[in-house]
């Protein structure tokens, strides 16, 4: 089935330690975003790609990354994680970006910072 | 800006029973999308539903409708007969701005 599938579901990082989760999608779609929700709280954009058009929140902090070599994958780099950074992080796609357009999300990485 | 108002922070319903979920909106775009979408514990986002501004009827899914008043900014969500397997977090959202904005999100609990 055509799908969006994150790598690892639980990631584990020490404080200030680089670390990289991954998103793949057999959708073909044009968008993939980024969004990171912490407990009890709803997601919040990090950042997206139009195709190789990256769009950064004005509000993501610097510490986070994000790369997207092709169609099909997209990273999240985050350069020192803080113990506020523990949260789980979701990617979704879309077609387009437009009115009419759900998102398609994945299962998420949940990041744990020691 | 766009703003999504869930007032519900959990709900309790006895299985089989119809529950409404409530949402509310603002937004100065013309015309604008909203959705809703289920997160069970396991954390995923599924999407359920979705409404456009400028539909005349509203949208319909399955047991999952969707409960459209414009005038009054509301995109409240219905499922019928609800299910043990209906319980997890339901968030509303809007899309404008090239974003989703989210509520914060209603729990829903299912009693058997």
């Known amino acids: 089935d055509a799908m969006v599938i994150q790598n690892p579901r639980y990631q584990v990082t020490q404080f200030g330690k680089p670390v990289t989760l991954s998103c793949s999608q057999t959708?073909?779609?044009?968008?993939m975003y980024w969004y990171q929700q912490k407990s009890s709280q709803a997601p919040k954009l990090l950042f997206h790609y139009y195709d190789k058009d990256f769009n950064n929140e004005a509000d993501t902090p610097d510490n986070f990354q994000s790369r997207r070599p092709n169609t099909s994958f997209c990273f999240l780099d985050i350069r020192s994680p803080g113990l506020g950074d523990a949260a789980m992080y979701l990617c979704?796609?879309?077609?387009?970006?437009?009115?009419?357009?759900?998102?398609?999300f994945g299962d998420g990485t949940r990041l744990s910072i020691l | 800006a766009q703003k999504i108002t869930q007032t519900q922070p959990g709900m309790f319903v006895q299985e089989k029973e119809a529950v409404t979920l409530d949402c509310t909106y603002d937004?100065?775009?013309?015309?604008?999308?909203l959705f809703w979408y289920k997160q069970p514990s396991s954390g995923e986002m599924i999407f359920l539903i979705y409404?456009?501004?400028?539909?005349?009827q509203n949208a319909t899914e399955g047991r999952y409708s969707l409960n459209f008043q414009k005038a009054r900014k509301s995109a409240n969500l219905v499922i019928s007969a609800s299910q043990l397997g209906d319980s997890a977090m339901y968030f509303c959202a809007s899309f404008g701005n090239e974003k989703l904005t989210f509520g914060t999100g209603t729990r829903l609990t299912i009693i058997p």
């Open positions: 937004t100065s775009d013309p015309s604008y999308g």
């Open positions: 959708l073909n779609h044009n968008v």
């Open positions: 979704a796609t879309s077609t387009r970006q437009g009115l009419n357009q759900p998102q398609h």
């Open positions: 409404q456009g501004s400028y539909d005349q």
